[in-house]
């Protein structure tokens, strides 16, 4: 069965950086497209950043581009989201979410399988 | 920016049918899905390609898309459909966008 499993939150401080992995199973990794989400508490879902299966292709939104980097490892099956000059307005519950699309070649834009998510809190 | 607008909460009874609405500029257009939202649960996805249900989904839950108005609708709802629901589009100049989200009450 699929599985996605974050890992790598925690309490981190203003300006400061952290690194969320997310490691599949159950299917195969390198087929997919794969995304970030966040939902920061109490609030709606906000798109953070999508991988194509490759990793030639990137795209982040417009609040967090420059401070985060999506990358991924097939052969580790993992997914990354490195995060720099975190601010109070990136706490949050990070979900790793894949494409559903099946096809390495193009992304469907939904998202069939989530993560059971991982909290990252930005605070002095 | 693209934005994508529902209403914030929405009330049924047991065994009726509820419609939940998103609305975006020529959403009608774009793909449209949906996902459900249990509280403290990841979201799950419910609906997808405006009408196309994943695999475990129960067959009340439909969807449509038109115009500028994309509907989940869930018939005979049940208890267990308590919760939030989000819907989602990809658009050009924004990429991937989510509407604000529906609190589903079953009273």
């Known amino acids: 069965q699929v599985q996605l499993v974050e890992s790598g939150g925690g309490l981190v401080k203003p300006g400061g950086s952290l690194r969320l992995s997310c490691a599949a199973s159950g299917f195969t990794f390198s087929d997919y497209y794969m995304n970030w989400i966040r939902q920061a508490p109490g609030k709606g879902l906000e798109w953070v950043s999508y991988?194509?299966?490759?990793?030639?292709?990137?795209y982040y939104a417009d609040s967090v581009k420059g401070r985060f980097t999506i990358s991924r490892d097939n052969a580790k099956n993992s997914l990354y989201l490195e995060m720099n000059n975190l601010r109070a307005e990136d706490t949050a519950v990070y979900y790793c979410s894949r494409d559903g699309s099946g096809s390495p070649y193009r992304a469907a834009f939904h998202f069939d399988y989530w993560g059971q998510g991982n909290l990252v809190t930005v605070s002095s | 920016s693209y934005e994508l607008t529902q209403p914030p909460s929405v009330s049924v009874s047991p065994g009726q049918t509820v419609s939940i609405t998103c609305s975006g500029d020529?959403?009608?257009?774009?793909?449209a899905c949906w996902y459900q939202q249990k509280s403290g649960q990841s979201p799950v996805l419910v609906i997808y390609?405006?009408?196309k249900r994943p695999s475990g989904i129960p067959e009340r839950f439909s969807g449509s898309n038109s115009g500028n108005t994309a509907t989940l609708t869930i018939s005979g709802t049940q208890a267990m459909d308590e919760a939030d629901y989000y819907c989602?589009?990809?658009?050009?100049?924004?990429?991937?966008?989510f509407g604000g989200g529906t609190k589903l009450t079953v009273l």
């Open positions: 991988i194509s299966s490759t990793g030639s292709t990137i």
């Open positions: 989602q589009a990809w658009d050009s100049s924004t990429n991937v966008v």
């Open positions: 390609r405006d009408t």
């Open positions: 020529k959403l009608g257009d774009k793909n």
